[in-house]
């Protein structure tokens, strides 16, 4: 299963390594006297032509979209990194419970041209949760390309397979949610903790991107909380190379992957701890001063300050 770590998130480390790569070619400069090239390529290359071959897409070619009101003949397809067909050809996602996975929609004529502009219906039936485009990024709807993208946040094993329709004027596709507990999957059982935040609670937080950052409206017993001492349980997922973590995010499941994070935006929990605290694969309980972020930058909507391990 693959958990992703928000873009926000992943961009903060891009820039890391751009600014790497700019020291570098700082250091290999040429002299002061040396005439830099215009906009950073030399003349030759600023002169350089086009393929003879090279041009736009023909309009009415299989690259150029259509727009949404034009469209005919629709099909829908689901793109997902860990989804395949069952016996039965039916789509299907694995997933675990209170875990997050970003899926996409593309939408193509027969004749396989990109279909612009559409927003197609999206529903569930069952425990997951559905995160519709808006929710996952700024985009609303598919873009020139015809891809949409939205996600799921996993529910209650013990009620079966949920599932999720999709619906684009005659066009329709389908997704079956295997959802899947952390004991089925061989985890430990988290701890339970007297007087804990739930994360049911936490994830109830609706989020949506706007201008390139990460806007959280969150229920009122979640919101009550600000600046007040809190325990939560979670799994810790490391943001320094060292064996005890000062700096680091508490998330709703263990992780599988560096740059997945499990549980979304409001499944994870950025932590502040005063000392440092040693690196576990196990469920973790922290205590700390809660900080529920309505506008981030980060990827995440929640802080937990001054944390210390706690007994549960």
């Not at 229920?219 to 997922?237: H, I, R, S, Y």
């Amino acid at each position: 299963m693959a958990f992703c770590l928000p873009e926000s998130t992943v961009r903060a480390w891009a820039r890391v390594a751009v600014c790497a790569i700019a020291a570098f070619a700082y250091g290999q400069a040429p002299d002061e006297g040396a005439t830099p090239p215009l906009d950073g390529l030399t003349a030759e290359e600023l002169a350089a032509e086009p393929p003879a071959d090279w041009s736009e897409p023909a309009p009415g070619s299989a690259n150029m979209p259509v727009s949404a009101a034009e469209a005919t003949d629709v099909r829908i397809e689901v793109i997902g990194e860990t989804g395949y067909l069952d016996e039965q050809g039916r789509y299907v996602v694995d997933l675990l419970e209170r875990d997050y996975i970003q899926l996409a929609l593309l939408l193509e004529t027969g004749a396989g041209r990109p279909v612009q502009g559409a927003t197609p219906t999206l529903s569930i039936e069952g425990t997951s949760r559905l995160l519709k485009p808006g929710e996952v990024s700024q985009q609303t709807a598919t873009d020139e390309t015809g891809f949409v993208e939205f996600g799921l946040i996993g529910g209650d094993m013990s009620l079966g397979r949920d599932r999720v329709s999709i619906v684009f004027g005659t066009a329709s596709a389908e997704i079956l949610v295997n959802v899947i507990s952390l004991r089925a999957a061989g985890f430990a059982m988290p701890p339970a903790v007297e007087d804990g935040l739930p994360w049911e609670d936490l994830m109830r937080a609706r989020v949506q991107y706007r201008d390139m950052k990460l806007f959280a409206d969150f229920p009122p017993e979640v919101e009550d909380l600000a600046g007040e001492t809190v325990k939560v349980w979670g799994f810790m997922m490391p943001l320094e190379a060292d064996l005890e973590q000062s700096w680091f995010l508490l998330a709703s499941n263990p992780p599988s992957c560096f740059f997945h994070v499990p549980g979304g935006p409001a499944g994870t929990v950025e932590v502040f701890a005063r000392e440092g605290i040693e690196m576990s694969w196990d469920a973790v309980v922290l205590e700390g001063r809660f900080e529920p972020l309505q506008a981030s930058e980060t990827g995440v909507v929640y802080r937990l300050h001054d944390a210390r391990v706690v007994t549960p």
